[in-house]
């Protein structure tokens, strides 16, 4: 083989990894050291392909993890991949994807005040995330997500500052239609999620406190703007905390009301694999309304 042939070939060989390496997506991980939660908080944000090569301004996506889960829960569990596969096929545009750790704060202020989860994601996290990467920074480019716990948050989070969001979506909401005298049986009962509730909305639960996070309450409180939120979720109907009760009943309320949403019932529980295998379907509802607001 000449030489010219073979620098042809290394430089060949060089360019393609240029283009695959400009193709794929990278994850950053990294830790905010919290002045409002006095702690560090991990999170995690999916970079789309060309992130590092160009100076474009992309919407975000904040992405909320359930109970028991982490920052990195997400991309562990086929979530980058099922990313990348659906950009690969052209049904994706390009927006980034930020994980918060969450520990078990359901995404808000504890009802005895010491943990300020909302807080801290309002007033210092977004605000930090949001100078650090590149983001378009208005309400159309910036939506929320979530699953289980995750799904609470997300939705309570939108229903209660629908001008900071244009759509939030959410996977088996942690949308609780209890009595307060059930959910005090609960917290007697002695069971892991009794405790988290009690840590989170008092034990006896806080009822002022409950309403105030209520998603049902601030969708009827706020049903004016929140019409103006592009809104999805979904739920097994065989969910093992009876989540599709809850999800049934936001789905009539927002109905009855003449808010426009996309709600789904699929056969399925409460695992990975249900979140997964509709996980696809979360993101592009996402990705069409960034490009509708482009």
């Known amino acids: ?27 950053d991980c990294n830790v905010l050291n919290s002045k409002t939660l006095g702690n560090a908080v991990h999170y995690c944000v999916l970079l789309p392909p060309g992130y590092d090569s160009s100076s474009t301004r992309y919407p975000i996506l904040y992405f909320l993890h ?21 950009r690969r096929d052209h049904r994706l545009t390009d927006f980034l994807i930020v994980t918060p750790e969450a520990f078990s704060s359901f995404y808000i202020n504890s009802a005895n005040g010491k943990q300020r989860y909302s807080d801290f994601f309002l007033r210092e996290f977004m605000p930090f995330v949001e100078s650090k990467y590149r983001i378009r920074g208005d309400r159309a480019s910036r ?5 289980s ?25 942690a949308l609780i239609t209890a009595t307060q005298q059930e959910l005090d049986t609960t917290l007697r009962s002695g069971t892991p999620l009794g405790r988290i509730l009690g840590s989170v909305f008092g034990d006896p639960i806080n009822m002022a406190h409950w309403r105030e996070n209520n998603p049902f309450l601030l969708a009827k409180k706020n049903k004016i703007a929140i019409s103006r939120l592009a809104i999805y979720f979904n739920c097994g109907d065989d969910d093992q905390y009876d989540f599709e009760k809850g999800a049934a009943v936001l789905h009539r309320q927002l109905e009855a009301e003449g808010i426009r949403h996309e709600y789904h019932l699929y056969p399925g529980d409460h695992t990975a694999p249900y979140f997964l295998r509709h996980l696809g379907e979360v993101i592009e509802f996402h990705s069409k309304h960034f490009e509708e607001k482009k």
Not at 66 to 86: K, R, S
């Open 1 to 27: 083989m000449s030489k010219s042939h073979l620098f042809c070939l290394c430089l060949l060989a060089l360019l393609l990894c240029t283009v695959t390496a400009a193709a794929q997506s990278r994850i």
């Open 66 to 86: 359930g109970l028991g889960e982490n920052e990195q829960t997400l991309f562990q569990t086929g979530g980058w991949t099922l990313v990348d596969d659906l």
């Open 143 to 147: 939506a929320v997500t979530g699953i």
């Open 149 to 173: 716990m995750g799904g609470y948050g997300a939705l309570r989070f939108a229903f209660a500052y629908p001008e900071k969001f244009s759509a939030v979506s959410a996977q088996s909401a």
